[in-house]
């Protein structure tokens, strides 16, 4: 199981795919298979974990050499072990160019979870790796942008459906939760409260450039506090009260997101989720029963009116049903076997 380096697995803060590896991994190892883990320092894994850096280099992120080092020291440990009785069944990648760029050298099964957007410059790589490789979307939305990708099978991303506190009794506040900027659309989110006269509270990292400016020029200057309350990038018990007390988590999105974990741990919590119709809203949330979806501000306002429609206990069980890391690793078992018998074949 291969992750990006940049962040330990699980995260201790912003991670999105450090957390569902870090699910996906620890459910594996219990069901009694073998995994070894390539990811950064610090990170905590029942399975063997094998490390370039002993801290994570996250003030490096994205830049090449810190990435070549990581898959070069997996594609190292893949090949010493290949033909041996340490050979590994299958390689699983979540991170980005480096390590798919090579695929074609790998000697075992590999499958390929493509976590983010279809830039024109990813479907360029996709494609010319496509038959090395068992692709694996996290959203039906999100393999639309490239038809012609053959998909080895689409398995939703999970949470700790067990780790989050179920409270049927909520607090007068509205959320937002996630990334700051223009894209996740949290002006929107302060608009929709205050035409709703409800308090808000938004938490999440803000990165510099772009989306510095965005929170300079549209969310701070209306936090004041008490009806808009900015928590920055929170830790993971302080973010799961937030969720797990919150009357309903707004998720006001203005872009295709291929998934959008914020909303399943809403669910968990029995938080209704209110989104917008972008990219994957319409496969995680299901309408009228563990949230409503809208077209806009003025959908948000109408659908604050409407919680007392939702019962908290509904959006538990179906996030139990549909997102478990249960129901995620039985998903991967079926890629990974797919895999194999192709590479025999």
């Known amino acids: 199981m291969i992750t990006p380096p940049w ?8 991670g999105g795919i450090e957390w569902v590896v870090s699910l996906l991994v620890e459910e594996l190892v219990e069901r009694g ?14 399975a063997e ?14 830049l090449n050499v810190p990435d070549a080092r990581h898959a070069q020291r997996a594609i190292r440990e893949i ?12 390689v699983h990648d979540h991170s980005a160019c480096i390590f ?11 499958v390929h979870t493509i976590h983010g957007m279809f830039t024109d410059e990813m479907k360029q790589l996709y494609g010319a790796v496509g038959p090395e490789v068992s692709f694996v979307g996290i959203s ?33 506040y509205l959320l937002c939760l996630g990334r700051v900027c223009r894209d996740k659309g949290q002006d929107a989110a302060i608009a929709v409260a205050k035409r709703a006269g409800m308090p808000i ?4 990292k803000v990165d510099a450039g772009d989306d510095r400016r965005f929170f300079d020029e549209y969310v701070l200057p209306q936090v004041d506090g008490e009806n808009v309350r900015f928590e920055g990038e929170v830790g993971d018990e302080r973010k799961r009260e937030l969720v797990a007390n919150a009357k309903a988590m707004l998720f006001p999105i203005r872009w295709s997101e291929p998934f959008g974990l914020v909303m399943i741990e809403g669910m968990a919590c029995g938080t209704p989720v209110i989104a917008t119709r972008w990219g994957a809203v319409p496969e995680v949330v299901n309408d009228g029963v563990t949230g409503f979806i809208v077209q806009d501000e003025d959908g948000m306002v109408d659908a604050l009116s409407r919680l007392g429609e939702l019962d908290p206990a509904a959006c538990r069980a179906e996030a139990e049903s549909r997102f478990s890391p249960s129901v995620m690793a039985d998903g991967y078992e079926r890629v990974y076997r797919a895999a194999i018998e192709r590479r025999r074949s």
């Open 7 to 14: 962040i330990s697995v699980p995260p201790s803060g912003y």
């Open 140 to 172: 039906e939305s999100q393999c639309q942008a490239m038809p012609s990708l053959p998909i080895a099978g689409i398995v939703p991303n999970a949470v700790d459906i067990a780790g989050f506190p179920f409270r049927p009794q909520k607090q007068d």
């Open 49 to 62: 974990l094998l490390s370039v850096f002993d801290d994570p280099p996250t003030a490096r992120m994205h």
């Open 201 to 204: 509270v938004l938490a999440g």
């Open 33 to 46: 298979h073998d995994v070894t883990l390539f990811a950064s320092g610090h990170s905590k894994t029942k």
């Open 100 to 110: 798919l760029a090579v695929a074609p050298l790998v000697p075992e099964p590999m």
């Open 79 to 90: 090949v010493d072990r290949h033909g041996t009785d340490r050979a590994f069944d299958v």
